[in-house]
């Protein structure tokens, strides 16, 4: 086993110990115990069985500050909390975002809202997904006073991420194709706000705040980088949806018939001639997958997997500098940034 696949091993072990306090809190408010069961398989359908990459960073980022590769047992559990309650951040909106997009599977099973008896249910489910992640905080750093810190964190990150869904929402719904609302303006708007807050700078800035290097000076440096890498990995996935090998990448790409306002189509819109973007209009967005392939024929056309590439190191370039111009007086280090970025550069699924 290597010991990125025992970090996550431990990680997920720690997830019992997360769940059981939680239902110690609903056992506390003498709840049947039908509740508590539902509550409980609810927890673990949605949080246990993704990548975990957003929580198992407050970790890393948390061991490069602090300058230990072994933490205590306390560390560990405070950082873990912190790791598991991104998680259950993550797992609130895929739980909200399936039902919002009527998707049918989700890491291999159905959708939560598609499980057996569980309907709608899944509405006030997700909701108490995102009620959970107070309580974990309020329990494990209400003495801590760094503790509204991460309260405020988590609040606005939640509802920057909300702004990013909601302009996707009406800018791209499945069932009303308008590529006329579609911009690469909008496109970076939503990927920034859906995906980098929560996905790059919030693992980063809750384990600056337990570190003690938490100057607005080191969140800017960290948010400032931070943010244009998210940014970057949204397109490369993008890119790959488009471009990826689906036995290399692990699914098939959707985002063409699914209408979605990715980084690929918006650069062609940009590119098309008049008679291709006719084409797009006929058959973008649409079930069909002869609709599909004209698109992606376009796509080669256009030369859009170039234009990828001269973005990719363009941006990369520009991330590069601004790691170099990162001060580490403060306590803030260079690692936390670059580490992020090796995981991200080139890669392929």
């Known amino acids: 086993m290597t010991d990125k696949d025992a970090a996550k091993t431990k990680f997920v072990k720690f997830f019992d110990v997360i769940a059981e306090e939680l239902l ?11 509740a508590v069961e539902w509550y409980k398989k609810n927890l673990y359908y949605n949080s246990v069985g993704g990548k975990l990459n957003r929580g198992l960073s407050v970790l890393d980022t ?7 590769e072994e933490l205590s047992d306390e560390e ?3 950082a873990a909390v912190l790791g598991w309650c991104i998680e259950l951040l993550q797992a609130y909106f895929l739980v909200a ?10 890491r291999g ?26 309580l ?19 609040q606005t990150v939640t509802f920057q991420t909300e702004l990013g869904q909601l302009l996707d929402l009406i800018t791209a719904p499945e069932d009303e194709v308008d590529l006329a609302k579609f911009s690469l303006e909008k496109h970076s708007f939503i990927v920034i706000f859906k995906t980098a807050y929560y996905s790059f700078y919030l693992p980063v800035a809750l384990a600056m705040h337990m570190a003690g290097v938490d100057t607005e000076v080191d969140l800017k440096q960290a948010h400032d980088v931070l943010i244009p890498l998210g940014e970057y990995f949204q397109i490369q996935d993008d890119y790959l949806d488009c471009y990826g090998d689906p036995t290399f990448i692990g699914k098939i790409g959707t985002d ?3 209408n979605k306002c990715s980084w690929v189509v918006n650069t062609a819109l940009k590119k098309a001639s008049s008679d291709q973007r006719k084409l797009l209009d006929e058959n973008y967005g649409r079930k069909d997958k002869e609709c599909e392939a ?17 973005y990719e190191e363009e941006v990369v370039a520009k991330i590069k500098t601004l790691i170099d111009q990162v001060d580490e007086s403060r306590g803030f280090k260079k690692e936390v940034l670059t580490s992020f970025l090796a995981k991200i550069y080139k890669r392929s699924k």
């Open 24 to 34: 110690g809190e609903l056992k506390n408010y003498h709840i049947s115990e039908e």
């Open 62 to 68: 948390y061991r490069i500050l602090s300058g230990k």
């Open 76 to 78: 560990y559990s405070k």
């Open 97 to 106: 975002d399936d039902i919002m997009d009527a998707s049918k599977t989700r």
């Open 109 to 134: 099973q159905p959708c939560w809202y598609l499980a057996s008896k569980v309907g709608m249910v899944a509405i006030n489910d997700a909701f108490m997904l995102e009620a959970s992640i107070y």
């Open 136 to 154: 974990l905080l309020k329990k494990h750093f209400r003495g801590e006073s760094y503790y509204i810190d991460l309260f405020e964190l988590f």
């Open 256 to 258: 063409i018939m699914d």
């Open 294 to 310: 004209k698109v992606k024929k376009l796509f080669k056309e256009l030369d859009i997997e170039k234009d990828y590439f001269a």
